[in-house]
């Protein structure tokens, strides 16, 4: 294996480390939030509004975890049924449009970002602005176009690096 390989293989684990623990953030957010509330009748000053805002992280950081490993939903009504070359064809295919998708998507979450930032929006309890919140969701994104285009990479050139999900796992039995 090629040192850029290793490299490559080490940015997409981090990658994948860093949506595992906004996963973790948001449930303990979460579990800290109701056990507040429902024993001690207290509430965390914009904790609703920390919830929407990690909750939106977490997404588009599963996003790049998800994009690269193929481990997504999808439908594989054809997929299953066609030869090796076509499968090679349809993952290329689907890997392109999901390239362009998500391009599109970061743009547009960059300009959400910046009028986010112009306009000064804050929480409502502590007046804690969002910008950087969606900044971190824009990184992802960032990072998921990254994944997806080093899949098309490989895809194309380099099937051999992509590792194949087990069927079991693919279909969540």
Known sequence: ?????????????????????????????????????????Y??????????????????WGIAATSYRGTHITVDLVWANANAYWKRVIDVFATLVLLFVVSVQTYTLFDKV???YTANVQTFDMRIPVWPFFAIAWIGDVAAVLLIAVRTYRLIFHPELIKPVDEASKSGE
């Open 43 to 60: 509430t965390i000053p914009d904790a609703y509004d920390f919830g929407q805002l990690l909750l939106g992280i977490l997404i588009f």
């Open 114 to 116: 910046s009028t986010t």
């Open 1 to 41: 294996m090629s040192r850029t390989t290793r490299w490559m293989d080490g940015f997409i684990d981090s990658i994948e480390w860093i949506a595992a623990f906004f996963i973790g953030i948001v449930a303990f957010d979460v579990f800290v939030s109701v056990l507040l509330r429902y024993f001690f009748g």
